[in-house]
């Protein structure tokens, strides 16, 4: 049966608006039918919902889009190996989310509808036992991984510093879910803030949030010696190609960590395109990470960092917020340009630098950034 991506996303937008109780729906569907997969999640599932939504949302948005598509899927299935998903799992959740669709899009629903969605359901499906079997033959569904350095940087803000027991290959930009002891089956995503490194180490910049499980251990009661789980790296966002034009980079707060990746990963190239990092906070001493980036910058003259305050009028640098910040200088209309941070600034900053000229193939946005 061929994909139809015009039912399904058709009938997909009647049930976005919502999105919460479909989301509840579904998983009350799924654990009356199949009770054992329920100790397979999180006590709490209001993220874990959110989540669901999110990455279907994606999934119904690019069916006419394979290789994106795909790609998505891939990095899905092999994700999804830490929770313990095994293929006959999929059988359950396409009929509880077939349940969810013909239920809250009743008032459109046909055959056609329903057939467009199993078309495409076990097409995802596919794609995503594929990736997980081809995986589980080369990579492990986890890696344990040693805090070796603790630095809390701000009272909210800390720079953890991890060992991997496993080489755990990721590129520039990529993130990891982290588990921490204290609360199993709970996941959450941190970008990884440097460049691959001989010895495999890697760090996060974490910020502890209200409410924030993971964020909260990580930063407060996270200490050295500790061990946290980590899976498999994620995300599409990578450094530029050979030869590139120069680079942009605007970065919010703990969304700075991709993008001193990304810099790293230019500057261990070897090429000398010019970078501009704009780097916005707050405060001047949420600028957790200043001095570090000013060391790169007095050993590369090719990167600029600038910082920019907004709430602090006594601050001696630039003022203002990132989005209007970008606007003040030259045209970055023939840079490639990578924007990270919370989700307002991002969709901002984006907007922005569009409207500007700068072509959206050449804007790289972290999708998943910090989700404490």
């Not at 061929?2 to 009647?14: A, I």
């Not at 006590?43 to 598509?69: E, H, N």
């Not at 993130?175 to 691959?196: D, E, G, K, L």
């Not at 709430?311 to 023939?334: C, K, N």
Request: proline share 8%.
């Amino acid at each position: 049966m061929s994909l139809n991506p015009r039912l399904v996303k058709e009938s997909f937008s009647v049930i976005e608006p919502v999105a919460g109780k479909a989301a509840a729906y579904f998983y009350g569907r799924l654990f009356a039918e199949s009770p054992h997969l329920r100790s397979m999640f999180p006590p709490g599932m209001d993220t874990q919902r959110d989540r669901l939504f999110g990455a279907l949302t994606r999934i119904v948005w690019s069916l006419d889009s394979p290789d994106s598509m795909a790609s998505f899927l891939g990095q899905l299935g092999r994700d999804h190996r830490k929770y313990g998903v095994v293929a006959e799992h999929y059988g359950a959740i396409g009929r509880a989310l077939l349940a969810t669709v013909r239920t809250f899009a009743a008032d459109i629903w046909t055959s056609e509808i329903e057939a467009a969605w199993v078309a495409a359901y076990n097409a995802a499906a596919e794609l995503m036992i594929e990736a997980a079997e081809a995986d589980a033959g080369a990579s492990p569904a986890w890696w344990v991984a040693e805090v070796i350095d603790h630095e809390r940087r701000t009272p909210d803000i800390a720079v953890v510093t991890l060992q991997p027991s496993q080489r755990l290959p990721y590129t520039a930009g990529q993130y990891v879910t982290v588990q921490v002891p204290r609360w199993p089956r709970v996941w959450r995503a941190f970008s990884i803030a440097n460049a691959p490194r001989p010895d495999n180490t890697l760090r996060l910049h974490v910020r502890s949030v209200p409410g924030g499980w993971v964020s909260t251990t990580l930063t407060r009661d996270t200490r050295i010696g500790d061990a946290i789980t980590l899976g498999p790296p994620m995300g599409t966002m990578a450094a530029p190609e050979p030869g590139c034009r120069d680079v942009l980079c605007v970065a919010g707060g703990t969304g700075l960590a991709p993008l001193k990746a990304i810099v790293e990963q230019i500057i261990a190239s070897g090429r000398r395109p010019n970078i501009h990092l704009l780097y916005g906070a707050r405060t001047a001493e949420e600028l957790y990470d200043l001095p570090d980036l000013l060391r790169m910058e007095s050993a590369f003259p090719w990167l600029r960092v600038v910082p920019v305050v907004s709430g602090d009028p006594d601050h001696e640098g630039m003022h203002g917020h990132l989005p209007e910040v970008t606007q003040r200088f030259h045209s970055w209309a023939e840079h490639e340009v990578y924007v990270c941070g919370p989700a307002a600034m991002v969709t901002e900053t984006v907007r922005r630098l569009q409207d500007d000229g700068v072509p959206p193939a050449r804007v790289h946005r972290d999708v998943v950034h910090d989700e404490r």
